[in-house]
């Protein structure tokens, strides 16, 4: 597609539950990160990958959070055992390598955990 | 640590212009940008400068850079009520390709 997709757009779920989240990048893009933002907060980085090189995983919060990226295409991010501190949207972006800084955003998912 | 401050809100009146202010720490930065988010969506790029530019125009807005005190202002002239968005500042050090993020900046319309 022309731009970043994410899906689900909306998730619910209940406390203890797993989640996965997909991104498909712009076709090209070598980098893909992973962004949290809680309700009317900033972003918070969480997660790196650069085409084949080992991912910064330096803002994954916990251990229940890990996430997945197959070469230069599409990554998922799991949550396990979810809490509701962990409602949020995730938002994902993709870039380029000659211009590393002009993310390109999808949407996001909505992820509430009652 | 590398830090991006802006303030939280801006209100300003249809038609007169906005300044969103950023301050950052790094002095090694390459670019700076200033990305939008309008409600519901995802950050989409408004506009960059290289460190090595003071100005930078593109139609209505306008991009000054003050290297010596690390600030970096955006201007929009005749602001409308589509400019209603979180507006976020942010830097890449020069060895990194991590974007610094500001917490963003709401500009309210008044009518």
């Known amino acids: 597609g022309a731009g970043v997709s994410q899906s689900p757009s909306n998730k619910v779920t209940e406390k203890g539950k797993d989640v996965e989240l997909r991104c498909d990048p712009i076709?090209?893009?070598?980098?893909l990160y992973w962004y949290r933002q809680r309700l009317g907060q900033g972003l918070e980085f969480l997660i790196y990958?650069?085409?084949?090189?080992?991912?910064?995983k330096s803002g994954l919060p916990s251990d229940r959070f890990s996430a997945e990226r197959t070469g230069e295409s599409v990554s998922t991010l799991t949550i396990q055992r979810t809490q509701q501190e962990d409602s949020a949207v995730y938002l994902c972006a993709s870039s380029s390598a000659s211009r590393t800084g002009e993310l390109f955003f999808g949407e996001g998912s909505r992820l509430t955990v009652l | 640590g590398e830090d991006v401050e802006q303030s939280l809100f801006l209100s300003v009146r249809e038609g007169d212009s906005s300044v969103i202010n950023c301050t950052y720490t790094d002095s090694s930065s390459t670019y700076l940008y200033w990305y939008k988010q309008e409600p519901g969506a995802g950050l989409q790029l408004l506009t960059y400068i290289f460190s090595n530019m003071d100005m930078k125009q593109d139609q209505r807005l306008t991009v000054l850079l003050n290297k010596k005190d690390k600030h970096l202002s955006l201007r929009i002239a005749d602001t409308q009520t589509g400019d209603s968005a979180i507006y976020f500042c942010?830097?890449?050090?020069?060895?990194?390709?991590?974007?610094?993020w500001g917490a963003g900046t709401k500009l309210i319309i008044k009518p």
């Open positions: 990958f650069q085409g084949n090189s080992a991912p910064d």
């Open positions: 942010a830097e890449t050090p020069d060895s990194n390709y991590q974007l610094i």
């Open positions: 076709s090209g893009h070598t980098a």
